[in-house]
């Protein structure tokens, strides 16, 4: 039976070899099924941003000034699909710092009186009822037409009645602030795991038979123990050589990740260096 290497949370492994802020990172994931490379190589659908995932449910965001997490495809049902975003100009937004406390004053408002969004914080704050805390303070981001239609900011200090409570909402601090408004769009990319299988296989998969000399022990610290957590050395820069000679599945300045055979399975490898 294979043995499958996991990767271990980096503070943990730095804390046992004594390195708190490593130099040089490397770590290995086996994976050993058609699915697990897919999944290491893509994003649920369910862990992705409300504007992304209605793209992928219905082709097109509404207008957002949220940013595209990442360039990995996203899975849903079995499909993959690619995100592409258009920008469309600017808008204003407000973010509100507001304070949450629970009061025994008359309430002037009931929920079916006030914008979604200004029951959030009270929604928040209901959520951790059992903590010895009674107040609470949220940040929140308020888009064009939510301004407009925003009870709260417009009078910064009210008491509404939710859920059988009455709750005093007061606006703390406000900043105004103008945002890049963007569309999303998706295109499936691939019918099934075993199309985007094949596709990881043929542009970026390559066979690591031969070790560089002078890494074998990084190399093997990363396979059998989790990761290697330390210093930048010649056999730690001779490996990162070798891979970087590769396609890269994801490259910035300074990391890269790589699907690798090797010892006869496929393994994304992830290489971090200062």
């Not at 075993?194 to 066979?207: D, L, N, W």
Request: aromatic share 10%.
């Amino acid at each position: 039976m294979k043995r499958v290497y996991v990767l271990v949370i980096a503070s943990m492994l730095a804390l046992t070899a004594g390195c708190l802020d490593p130099e040089a990172v490397v770590t290995v994931q086996e994976l050993n099924s058609t699915e697990s490379v897919t999944e290491s190589a893509s994003i649920k659908l369910e862990d992705v941003n409300p504007s992304v995932k209605q793209a992928v449910l219905e082709g097109e965001s509404n207008e957002t000034a949220r940013e595209l997490e990442s360039s990995r495809l996203v899975e849903h049902n079995d499909s993959y699909f690619e995100i592409s975003r258009e920008a469309t100009g600017e808008g204003e937004a407000v973010i509100a710092d507001i304070n949450v406390s629970e009061t025994k004053d008359e309430a002037n408002y009931s929920s079916e009186d006030l914008l979604d969004k200004d029951l959030v914080p009270v929604a928040n704050f209901e959520r951790y009822e059992g903590d010895s805390s009674q107040r609470a303070v949220l940040s929140q981001r308020y888009v064009t037409d939510e301004i407009q239609k925003s009870v709260l900011l417009e009078e910064r200090d009210i008491v509404v009645r939710y859920n059988g409570a009455n709750y005093r909402l007061e606006v703390n601090n406000t900043v105004e602030q103008t945002e890049d408004l963007y569309v999303y769009e998706s295109v499936t990319r691939f019918n099934s795991s075993g199309e985007y299988y094949e596709s990881i296989q043929e542009k970026y998969v390559f066979t690591l038979s031969d070790i560089p000399n002078g890494s074998e022990e990084i190399w093997l610290e990363a396979v059998n123990n989790g990761g290697y957590y330390g210093e930048e050395t010649d056999g730690f820069n001779n490996l990162k050589e070798r891979f970087e000679d590769e396609t890269a599945f994801e490259r910035t300045d300074s990391s890269g990740v790589w699907y690798t055979e090797y010892d006869g399975t496929v393994h994304r490898v992830k290489i971090d260096s200062t």
